[in-house]
């Protein structure tokens, strides 16, 4: 191989990784209001009905006008509604949501769900504005285990950031920018990726992103 060809390969690896590391965003802005997220869909995980999810106008949104919210307000405790984006499959990534809790007695649980392979198997990290608390789960078999977390103040009507950087059996998750959680867990390695609310929980989403790593 001479130089120049080199060059040529270098080039084209590169471009490989670039777009790779590309990311996709979905902020909702096409998507009409009141009715559900095109290409997501809703199931039941835990017990109680599936969510109601809806794309509303809300005039703090995050970017344009739209965002989505999960508005059955339910009281099962063990429920948790969740919102799976259709397509593309992710083992390692970069995936993050702003995420603001509404309402909710029971519980006012915000999450981000990744490798989701079936509504009884997936991670979930989310944050919670009655208990001041983060935390990072694995669904096996429609049980909800923890294996790691950390305490932080999350406040209710405000809009927090959520991200989690999974290599591997590697997960740290981040919340407001600052990385709280740094765990390994090896259960799953790809699926999914998608929203999470608990229970009676209103919650509004916006931008979620994801990039492969």
């Known amino acids: 191989m001479n130089p120049k060809q ?7 690896v590169a471009s490989i990784r670039i777009g790779a590391a590309q990311a996709t965003s979905f902020n909702f802005d096409t998507d009409a209001a009141e009715k559900p997220p095109s290409a ?21 949104a995050q970017s344009g006008k739209h965002v989505v919210v999960q508005t059955d307000a339910d009281r099962t405790d063990y429920r948790f509604p969740v919102l799976i984006a259709n ?13 603001k809790s509404i309402s909710g007695q029971i519980d006012q ?27 990072l789960y694995r669904m096996v078999n429609g049980r ?43 259960t799953y390695t790809a699926g999914k990726i998608g929203l999470w609310t608990k229970a009676d929980s209103v919650i509004a989403f916006d931008d979620l992103t994801v990039s492969a790593q």
């Open 6 to 12: 080199f060059l040529l390969l270098l080039a084209f």
């Open 40 to 60: 997501f869909t809703s199931y039941a995980t835990g017990g109680g009905p599936a969510g109601n999810w809806l794309v509303k106008e809300m005039a703090d």
């Open 87 to 99: 397509e593309v499959e992710y083992g390692d990534l970069d995936l993050s949501v702003k995420a």
């Open 109 to 135: 649980g915000m999450g981000l769900v990744f490798r989701f392979r079936d509504p009884k198997s997936y991670y979930i990290v989310r944050a919670n504005a009655l208990e001041n608390n983060f935390r």
């Open 144 to 186: 909800r285990l923890q294996f790691a977390g950390a305490n932080v103040k999350v406040a209710s009507g405000a809009w927090h950031t959520l991200r989690v950087v999974a290599n591997g059996d590697h997960i740290v998750c981040y919340f407001d920018g600052k990385p709280l959680i740094d765990a390994h867990e090896k």
